[in-house]
């Protein structure tokens, strides 16, 4: 079976402070970038040919909701721990600073971040095998 790609698609109030945050800091990079398309600006990142990326977008004249919770995750697994550190040093020096996950499940071999709009990353060092 194929698998589908997940794009991942949220509003946002602040496209720039994500960039800084997915690009600079997880190393994602820009797939595509529009302006005015129907109203709204946004942005897809994500890795050349991954099966997934995001979009964000901003609709003009208008705030969007905060609407996330400590518990809106997105996981980013890195099995190899050079890999993992070297993600986790990035988010560091590009002045990210980690936060208390309420799961512990996500503590004992990961680090969460949160983006400019309140949602969170956790860069996890494990495998996914199912």
Known sequence: MNAPILRVARASDDLNGLLRFYCDGLGLIVLCRF???AGFDGLMLGQEGAP???EFTKRRGRTGAR???????????????????AAVRRMLRTGFAPVRSINPHWERDGVTFEDPDGYRVVLQNASWDR
Do not use: G, K, Q, R
């Open 35 to 37: 302006e005015n398309h």
């Open 52 to 54: 997934y990326h995001f």
């Open 67 to 85: 609407s996330p919770t400590a518990d809106d995750l997105v996981v980013l697994y890195y099995p190899d721990i050079a890999d993992w550190y």
